[in-house]
Structure formats: C-alpha cells, structure tokens
C-alpha cells in the first residue's frame, strides 16, 4: 500500500499488535513517486494499492494514462495480464476545504475510452470494503475507488454481489414493487449522494406511498457507458430495466455531472434525466451551503422530485 503521507487524515489506521507500522506500507509525500512504486511493484506480477486525496489523485493523471497505453501495447503483444492498477479516493471535495476539490481524474480517465478503467462508487463502508477486494483480485484494470471517510448510513446489502457483478442493481428496499414503468427513478453514484438520495426515497415513500418508485444505486460508473463501449456498458434491456423508458430520472453523483452524460453517449434520456454533482461554488462554502449550491439539499432535492412526478405533482395540487 503506497499513499502520499494521507493515511491518517483519511481515518486508514494499519499497525501490529503492537502500534507500528507495518511493512507493507509506505507513505512519502509524492503523489508521482507512489505511483512509480505501485506501477513497479505492479509490472513484477504483485498487488498494490494507492491511497490518496481525491483533490491530489488528478496530479498523477498523465502517468496513469502513460501506464493504460503501456498496458494496451502488451495486450496487442499477447503477453500476460497484470494485476489491476487500483487507486482508493477519499477525503471527497463534499467535505473538504475548497481548495481540496476536485473530482478530475475520474473525467481524465473515462475520457481515454479504454476499457480497463472501472470506477466503483460505493455507498457504504461495507460496499467500500468489497468493491476494494472486487478490485485487487480482478487483474488487468485501472480502477478508481471513491469513498468518503466520514461516517455514512449502512444500506442493506442483499443486492451488493449484483452491483459488483453488473455495475448497478435495483434496490428493492426503496423501489415500489411494481415491475412496470415507474413514476420516478432515482439514481444514486456514490456514498454522499446515496446519502441524499435515500433520504429523499423514504420521505416520498412516507408522503406518495401509491408513488411507483424505483431507487437504484450505480456501484460502477462505466454500466452507463453506450452498449458495446465498456465491459459493463449495460445493454438497451437491462438500460430500460433499471432506468425506465420514459420515466423521469434524477441521478446525484459526487462527481462532475458531465461524466454522466459522457459516459451515456448516444443513448442519452434528453429531458427526461436530472443530474445533480459537484459544482464548483467559486469560493469556500460550508459543506450545508454546498449541498445548497448542488442542489442536494433536502428542499431542493424535495421540490425537483415534485416538479418531475406527475403523481407528487398532483397530490400537492
């Protein structure tokens, strides 16, 4: 495990029994010189792990896509697979100082189109935990996981082996049990919006219970991508399963919103789809005033879901 000296700050406590650092974990304060270790230890066939700020990560943009390209030459070569360059993202731009935000390397990385990049969006610690061992033992990925390091709500887990195995899963908890068209389709992409986002479910459970709503969670990015784009690019079926055909969808992610429609391409829902991510606010903001400015505050996020349901629409009529 290499991490540019930010263990601590982001709550990675590793020592023995007896509080030392243990030996498989190295911290110097060099984003560029953890990532030349890892790709080192990498290309001699072992595991390894980085561990950083999410505003830092995007300083190693260039040595990872130099690596994607180094990669895609040996697969042209036909040589073996290596294990998966895997990056933990933390101290999130929702809940840091403004100059520590910047969600960019997910965008640099999606934007190369190469199909070993996977980026695993958890929404709880326990998700955080499996999508880490999903990734380490998967071999020829880059793969980026983001998780905040502050407590967040557990979520039930029945549907965790289905969000690693596709990407995206149904959660029934929140969704009504109806398997037609819903009214209204939330979509959450990563532990801050889950949060936001399974608030705002249950209160409109609570309020519209005859409200046909479906709650999904996106545990990797790239299902949205166009079918046949990545390898877990969703096919048009499995697309209108999860996210209806002409229902309203608002999507909150705790990245840039323009990922989103990147990724959806072609395919895109027009009008029909909100999304809702990090925006920057032009100077420091409290972390409920951030909210505020992307619209994931709960007012906000009560009053779009009311706009956008024709059932929330006419009961408040």
């Known amino acids: 495990m290499f991490s540019p000296d930010e263990l601590a700050s982001n709550r990675i406590y590793l020592t023995d029994e007896h509080g030392q650092p243990l030996p498989w974990v190295v911290e110097i304060l060099s984003e560029e010189i953890c990532h030349a270790w890892a790709q080192g230890y990498a290309e001699t066939g072992r595991h390894a792990l980085i561990v950083g700020y999410e505003a830092f990560a995007p300083i190693t943009a260039s040595l990872i896509q130099q690596q994607?390209?180094?990669r895609a030459l040996r697969r042209q070569a036909q040589l073996g697979p290596l294990p998966s360059i895997v990056h933990l993202l933390t101290s999130l731009g929702w809940h840091?100082?403004?100059?520590?935000?910047?969600?960019?390397?997910?965008s640099a990385l999606l934007a190369t189109g190469d199909p070993s990049v996977h980026v695993l969006t958890p929404a709880d610690p326990a998700r955080t935990a499996a999508a880490l061992t999903f990734a380490l033992r998967k071999?020829?990925?880059?793969?980026?996981?983001?998780?905040?390091?502050?407590?967040?709500?557990?979520?039930?887990l029945d549907t965790v082996a289905e969000e690693l195995r596709h990407g995206i899963a149904r959660w029934p908890h929140l969704s009504h049990p109806d398997p037609g068209e819903p009214d209204?389709?939330?979509?959450?992409?990563?532990?801050?919006?889950?949060?936001?986002?399974?608030?705002?479910?249950?209160?409109?459970?609570?309020?519209?219970?005859h409200l046909r709503l479906r709650y999904v969670h996106l545990h990797d990015l790239?299902?949205?991508g166009e079918p046949g784009s990545r390898p877990l690019a969703m096919p048009d079926d499995a697309f209108a399963a999860h996210l209806g055909r002409r229902a309203p969808i608002i999507l909150a992610t705790s990245g840039y919103p323009a990922d989103i429609h990147a990724l959806l391409g072609r395919r895109h829902p027009g009008h029909r789809l909100t999304v809702l991510g990090y925006r920057d606010p032009g100077r420091p903001h409290t972390q409920a005033e951030l909210l505020a400015h992307c619209g994931l505050d709960d007012d906000s996020l009560w009053?779009?879901?009311?706009?956008?349901?024709?059932?929330?629409?006419?009961?408040?009529a």
């Open 222 to 224: 790239t299902a949205l």
């Open 68 to 70: 994607l390209k180094h």
């Open 139 to 156: 071999l020829d990925r880059c793969t980026l996981v983001i998780a905040g390091k502050y407590p967040t709500p557990q979520h039930p």
């Open 96 to 106: 840091n100082t403004y100059t520590h935000q910047n969600p960019a390397l997910t």
């Open 184 to 209: 209204l389709v939330l979509a959450s992409v990563g532990d801050p919006p889950a949060e936001r986002l399974t608030s705002l479910a249950h209160r409109l459970r609570a309020r519209h219970p």
């Open 303 to 316: 009053q779009l879901a009311t706009d956008r349901s024709p059932l929330t629409t006419e009961a408040s």
